[in-house]
């Protein structure tokens, strides 16, 4: 059973970094065509990717934050880590990571999915 | 704002067949394939259908997907009052280099 959840801290300041932490059970980040997203959601409001890891460490990022995110793997601990700098109250939401088990391009373009999720942790940006 | 437009909102009553659609553009939705995936408030999102028609395990068949150019759809026929829930679809884009999620679609069950 794969299982994925969220961690880190719930209050910071604006400003501050947030460092969010992925643990991934149920397989391997080094398995070949396995990925991990981030994706977040503001309090009644839509989802918003942020970022995705490839097992080969190869990195993707959101045009509109990629100055402001870090995302990495750790393998040896099957986690991923998200970071997030110079937080503002509208940063505001509930963050998940999920699972990508492959991707692969055929001539329906791009495949690739999140399954499962993570519980999501919820993060509030405020002085 | 998403680039992915969806309905804010949708409603059935049990029983019925519902669709809910998802429009897009040629650098994402006409380009790649869409997942969808839905959501019960307070609750993790979980993924109904990907790769514009493939039901993971566990999903009834009451649930189906489809793509045309640059549009993509939900149906649900037999509408239950467990479907109630927001939807979300979810596309790469190209020329993001990154995923695109959808506006989101409330379903009420009447």
């Known amino acids: 059973q794969i299982t994925l959840k969220e961690s880190g801290p719930t209050l910071v300041k604006p400003t501050q970094t947030l460092t969010l932490t992925c643990t991934c059970s149920g397989f391997s980040l080094r398995t070949s065509g396995v990925g991990v997203g981030w994706i977040r959601q503001p309090p009644g409001k839509a989802l918003e990717w942020l970022a995705f890891i490839y097992w080969n460490d190869d990195k993707r990022y959101s045009p509109s934050l990629r100055n402001r995110l870090t995302i990495t793997k750790d393998t040896s601990k099957n986690q991923v880590v998200l970071t997030m700098t110079n937080m503002d109250p509208v940063d505001t939401a509930t963050y998940y990571c999920a699972h990508s088990p492959t991707y692969y391009y055929d001539i329906g373009g791009y495949h690739n999915w999140f399954d499962p999720w993570g519980q999501g942790t919820l993060v509030t940006v405020s002085s | 704002q998403s680039v992915l437009t969806q309905t804010p909102s949708a409603s059935g009553t049990p029983g019925q067949r519902v669709t809910i659609s998802c429009s897009g553009s040629?650098?994402?939705?006409?380009?790649?394939?869409v997942n969808w995936y839905h959501q019960v408030p307070g609750t993790a999102p979980k993924l109904l259908i990907y790769?514009?028609?493939q039901r993971p395990s566990g999903v009834p068949d009451r649930f189906s997907g489809s793509k045309s150019g640059t549009s993509a759809s939900l149906a649900i026929s037999g509408l239950q009052s467990e479907d109630e829930a927001d939807y979300f679809c979810?596309?790469?884009?190209?020329?993001?280099?990154?995923?695109?999620f959808g506006g989101g679609t409330k379903l009420t069950v009447l």
């Open positions: 979810a596309a790469w884009d190209d020329s993001l280099n990154g995923w695109l």
């Open positions: 040629t650098s994402n939705i006409g380009s790649n394939s």
């Open positions: 790769s514009n028609n």
